[in-house]
């Protein structure tokens, strides 16, 4: 009798849960149409200066044609820069050109490209891009902090070559904001992990759906939620975090308020500190095209280290009252809820494989009507992942891909690999929970 309600709860659970994060993706998509009416109409008023930073880390193979995808960015020269950002750690391997070589030799070659080295072989892309904050006045001494603002990419990012114009025009209606946020669809890689011809590729699109499908459902939803004018108890304490590639930060705020020292990942982190502060976060309605893991050893690496984020909350919160005392402007209580927020977040990337399992049990081993309502649980999986699909070239215009040939077909082939992808989803996880040290 208990178990059949237990059971009752969790299919009607996922189902809704299912639903929740389908009518989410929508109204993220619907918020990223607002890109097309930014392309056409100019906002008057002067650009910002952006820098671009590109924290690096033997990166020797593509680091040359990401300093030029970023130099074609539509915007205007005078008013950006790039800066390549390398780490004593590479000179540890000698005898080969590494990322330092070329970074140096890039900066010689354009003037709008120069290169800061971080000196420690201790540390990580946090502490490189809190260096180069610190160095960025030697580079350009008559700079002025306030008025500009650090974009950081990745060596892999191919972000929308309108995503600095964008950025501008969004700024200038919200010029006192400090962080602006663009997020990441995963399909750069599509053609290259789809022409693998792997008897895993289809489940590592499907890993590449789940990740965009994350931006939609979650990171952009949660950040829109925080910038309401009205706020509930529940938007005031959600944790919105921010993402390491597509982040804009005005350079005065970067300098008072750094990356924690020494610590990945560095972004979830960044957001718990950003919602302590009570700092809106300013999503911005174009796309960086990002790769997603091209073997099943990059995605249970990445999964597992990602998870560390959202699952070390407890971590932040002493972080946040020792260093910077924003207790004082959000109280303990706060901090709290906080807390339960991410780990709420945590939550579901943890049970989202044992439900499928126990909802597979359930088909298997429950009366009739039971093991119907678990089907329909389980096949409600691929409602997010469908509308995905359906808007999935689109996203790619959004991103910048516009080149990219997809069948039409083919997006709905990989959302309907949601349902075996979900029995897999929290394996790294799980391995992050119990074996990695945090």
Known sequence: MYLAIILYIISLGVILLNISNLLKAMNSIRFLRKYFTLTKNKISGENPYVIVLLPVLNEQKIIKS???Y????????????IIIITTEKEKKKKNRENTVDIAEKLSKLHKDVDHIHYPLTVGCKADQINHAVDEIKNLYPSLDY??????????????NPD?????????????????????????????????KNSPFSGFLLAAGFEQTLYTLAYEIPKIIRK?????????????AHVVGHGLFLRLSFAKKYPFPKNYYPEDMFYGFILDALEESIIPLPVLDSSDHPATLKEWFRQKSLWFKGPFNFLV?????????????????IGLDLLCISAWYAALGWFT?????????????????????????????????????AENFVFLLKVSGKIDTKISLIEPYFIAFLAIPYAFVHSLPTIYSAFFIKK
Request: glycine fraction near 2%; charge should be positive; avoid cysteine.
């Open 227 to 239: 910038n309401k004018v009205r706020k509930n108890i529940i938007d005031r304490y959600t944790y």
């Open 70 to 81: 970023m130099r074609s960015f539509n915007y205007p020269k005078e008013r950006r820069k």
């Open 146 to 159: 306030g008025g500009t603002f650090i974009a950081i990419y990745d060596a892999d990012s191919r972000p």
């Open 316 to 332: 932040y919160k002493r972080y946040v009252k020792k260093e910077i005392n924003a207790s004082r402007r959000f109280k303990d």
């Open 352 to 388: 989202k494989s044992i439900l499928a399992l126990i909802l597979l049990l359930t088909i298997l081993y429950a009366d009739a009507f039971l093991a119907r309502l678990a089907v329909i649980a389980l096949i409600s999986y691929v409602l997010p992942s469908l509308i995905l």
């Open 66 to 68: 990401t300093t030029e």
């Open 163 to 195: 995503s600095l114009h964008i950025f501008s025009q969004i700024y200038k209606k919200n010029r006192k904001a400090n962080v602006f946020q663009q997020s990441a669809s995963f399909e750069n890689n599509y053609m290259e992990v789809k022409g």
